[in-house]
């Protein structure tokens, strides 16, 4: 828990980091606005947004690993153990992409109209969407940061892992657009939570393998 | 060079599984006609890929317990194997999907699964390539690996079944009773997959044996 604080503190100390991943999602939220112009319908208007989010969240959580310097990971590895290390870095990911996503949602649809949806289901369904991308793409980013490799990586090795939940959440959530409630999808819901159990169990399973060096 | 007893196995599963899946009798069903055949060349494709991915996740797990270096070359030349036939299952089912549903490619829960999995395996053999150090190497794709099959595993069997589809085994019918139930069929169609599964052994077990030969020769 300390950890998870002094990440924040660390964020905080760099926040121009921070406003640059909102700007970052606010210009690319403006451009899909102008590139559509108003013609867009909920499917598009689903669809665009979990592709600007998950731009945003590998951007996001590249910084997780990525930014650490050696000799700071050094310092962390005698200080804590991995799986408490790996812990903090996930609330600490989970937490940035979840303020993140709520400000591109206020954007998104403040520039795009908002739809005739089920706000509540759509707001649960994002949470949860994002939250389980936060957990894949925590456990991607350490993957990359210890194969020496830049961003870039990060997607090459995420997006092919991050297609099944991404299809369960984009169907999640259009089915809230159409204005069902979260209770209307129980099928859609387990398999994400059971996925995203999965993910976090694996992660904390294999941490430890990546992180000492 | 002697063969050994699962290699003429391999053959002659494999002679048999073309001659008689090219001449014995097969249902005519409307649409599928003789397309029906593709059966023990396509389906089983995609079940040796499995099994040849499944052997390369074991030891993956197995190099992680006990990093011996031999493990980490099976589990990678099984990988690689195993994206062989994997392309080899997406021509394949293209073919015959052009020539049943009208189009290359349809937007299916299982052809997209198919199509994910092998973008993970591109990005695992993309990983090993980036990599120097032979150690690390092994230990962070192991862990990729394990990672990635355990989620692609949950899309192939889980998610189609949840969705309907065009293909057989999707939207609640289990397997592909609908037209596998001919028993003409299963005797081609189950030495088939042996067949299949062995010659990828067999493969996969000469590109070990080079791969180790490479490295005797590259410490001398």
Redesign the interface.
């Known amino acids: 828990m300390h950890l998870v604080g002094h990440h924040f503190r660390q964020e905080w100390k760099q926040r121009h980091a921070f406003f640059g991943l909102v700007l970052y999602c606010a210009a690319t939220i403006f451009i899909a606005y102008l590139a559509f112009r108003n013609s867009i319908d909920t499917v598009t208007w689903n669809a665009l947004f979990w592709i600007i989010m998950l731009f945003a969240s590998v951007n996001a959580l590249a910084k997780s690993f990525l930014s650490e310097s050696r000799g700071r990971q050094l310092y962390y590895y005698s200080l804590v153990s991995a799986p408490v290390f790996y812990l903090s870095k996930l609330f600490y990911g989970i937490i940035l992409m979840l303020v993140l996503s709520i400000i591109s949602l206020i954007i998104f649809s403040a520039l795009n109209g908002t739809p005739s949806w089920n706000f509540t289901s759509y707001f649960i369904s994002m949470i949860t969407g994002i939250t389980g991308l936060a957990i894949t793409l925590t456990m991607i980013s350490a993957i990359t940061s210890r194969s020496g490799s830049h961003t870039s990586m990060m997607a090459i090795l995420g997006f092919p892992v991050l297609i099944p939940m991404l299809i369960i959440i984009i169907k999640a959530s259009a089915k809230a657009m159409d204005g069902f409630s979260i209770a209307a999808m129980p099928k859609d819901f387990i398999l994400l939570l059971s996925l995203m159990v999965m993910a976090t169990a694996l992660s904390y399973i294999l941490f430890p393998y990546i992180w000492r060096d | 060079m002697k063969l050994q007893w699962w290699k003429i196995l391999a053959i002659l599963l494999l002679a048999y599984t073309i001659v008689a899946g090219f001449l014995t009798d097969v249902p005519r069903l409307a649409i599928l006609h003789e397309s029906i055949r593709n059966l023990y060349f396509h389906v089983t494709m995609w079940f040796t890929m499995i099994i040849v991915m499944l052997i390369s996740l074991i030891y993956g797990i197995k190099y ?1 317990g006990s990093q011996k270096a031999e493990h980490d070359i099976v589990a990678e030349e099984t990988a690689k194997t195993g994206v062989v036939f994997g392309i080899l299952g997406l021509i394949t089912g293209s073919v015959w999907a052009k020539f049943t549903w009208g189009a290359w490619w349809v937007n299916d829960a299982k052809l ?2 198919a199509a ?1 999995t092998l ?2 395996y ?2 695992y053999l ?2 090993r390539s ?2 120097e150090d032979s150690e ?1 190497r092994a ?2 794709s ?3 690996s ?3 099959y ?3 595993i ?2 192939i069997m ?2 189609p079944r ?1 969705t309907d589809s065009l293909h057989p085994g999707n939207g609640g019918n289990p397997g592909f009773n609908t037209y596998d139930l001919d028993n003409t069929m299963r005797i081609v169609f189950y030495p088939a997959i042996i067949g299949w599964t062995l010659l990828a052994l067999w493969i996969a077990e000469v590109r070990v044996r080079i791969h180790k030969l490479r490295l005797k020769q590259d410490e001398k």
């Open positions: 992680l997209n699964g994910a973008l993970v591109f990005a993309f990983l980036s990599i690390k230990r962070i192991a862990v990729y394990i990672f990635a355990s989620m692609m949950v899309f889980i998610l949840l």
